[in-house]
């Protein structure tokens, strides 16, 4: 007949305080839990360690914080702790010790691997050449999202991209089908209608002891629609757009160039896109093949001020709607000097 052997497991912690060292032998344990903020944290980042306790309050405990063998907190009720992670790579032991009123005195360790991810994404909409910033999202575009990890070895090494496991969500729900081993990039649909929600990108090397997450929040932008004046030698000027009450000097013939900026279109004169001028709300022709372009000529030799209003409307994405209103004048006094037209 086989016997059964009830084994009592029994640990002696030491726990110093106030320059006295106590001992205590524990038996059946209550269970310690860190919890990390971010869960994940990388290279250099800012984190909240927190015990918890499912015995004993935690808070009317003496708590100790030991980082890399180095005490670095001790305090009654310290369940909170805020340190910076370490170095990409770079293994971090954070150890915490609970004496409780009754005298118990339990830890726990976790280590830390802090490991480099970002996220980067952009809408499918249009934006001008040299535009510094990111494509926005408008409603009926779409979500490119690309995760650039950094992820290293033991050895120093990096891992490469096919070793690492990506898992992809939106709100908490995941993607499973754009998710899998060396998914760094994602196509996806954005928010409804003026809607937001949080897109998050979670990297795993293959034995699951080096984690990072990353997220970004997508919300939903309208359409914008941007005069310039395109000069017949340099071209566009992008870098001088027409604003409200925009004073032109010069010639006597004027090209406003039009720009849609958001919309999901390749180029400003796609044919998925109608224009709509008007000056002072008389209806303006543009050319069929450049119907972002409007050429204005001045009969009269002094200051003409008036109102340019443009709309744009995309064939497809119905929500994709700019209207722009802006009032300019035309400079007489240039046209009659010596360089005027």
Do not use: C
Request: hydrophobic share 40%; glycine share 8%; net charge negative.
């Amino acid at each position: 007949m086989r016997g059964f052997i009830s084994v009592v497991m029994l640990a002696v912690f030491l726990f110093s305080q106030a320059g006295f060292v106590y001992a205590q032998v524990v038996s059946t344990p209550n269970v310690l839990a860190i919890t990390l903020t971010p869960e994940y944290p990388q290279p250099g980042q800012e984190v909240t360690a927190t015990v918890s306790s499912d015995g004993e309050s935690a808070r009317n405990a003496t708590i100790v914080w030991v980082l890399d063998g180095v005490t670095q907190q001790q305090e009654q009720g310290g369940v909170s702790f805020v340190f910076s992670a370490g170095q990409n790579g770079v293994s971090q032991k954070l150890d915490v010790l609970l004496r409780t009123p009754s005298g118990d005195v339990r830890s726990k360790s976790i280590t830390i691997r802090p490991s480099e991810l970002t996220l980067l994404w952009e809408a499918d909409t249009y934006v001008p050449p040299f535009f510094k910033g990111a494509s926005h999202y408008t409603p009926g575009s779409t979500i490119r999202a690309q995760a650039e990890p950094h992820f290293l070895k033991d050895n120093g090494s990096v891992y490469a991209n096919a070793e690492l496991i990506y898992t992809w969500s939106k709100n908490g729900t995941v993607l499973g089908s754009q998710s899998g081993v060396g998914a760094r990039s994602l196509i996806t649909e954005g928010p409804k209608f003026l809607g937001e929600y949080i897109l998050s990108v979670e990297v795993r090397s293959p034995d699951g002891t080096r984690i990072a997450r990353s997220s970004a929040r997508i919300t939903t932008q309208e359409p914008q629609v941007v005069l310039y004046e395109r000069d017949p030698l340099i071209g566009v000027r992008f870098h001088d757009a027409i604003v409200d009450n925009y004073v032109f000097r010069g010639s006597s013939r004027v090209d406003i160039q039009a720009t849609p900026y958001f919309m999901s279109t390749t180029h400003g004169n796609n044919r998925e896109l109608s224009y709509t001028w008007r000056i002072n709300n008389t209806i303006a022709n543009t050319p069929s093949a450049t119907p972002s372009l409007l050429t204005v000529q001045l009969s009269s030799e002094g200051n003409v001020a008036t109102t340019i209003r443009v709309a744009i409307e995309h064939a497809t994405q119905l929500l994709q709607a700019a209207e722009g209103v802006f009032r300019v004048t035309f400079e007489g006094s240039a046209r009659d000097s010596l360089f005027g037209i």
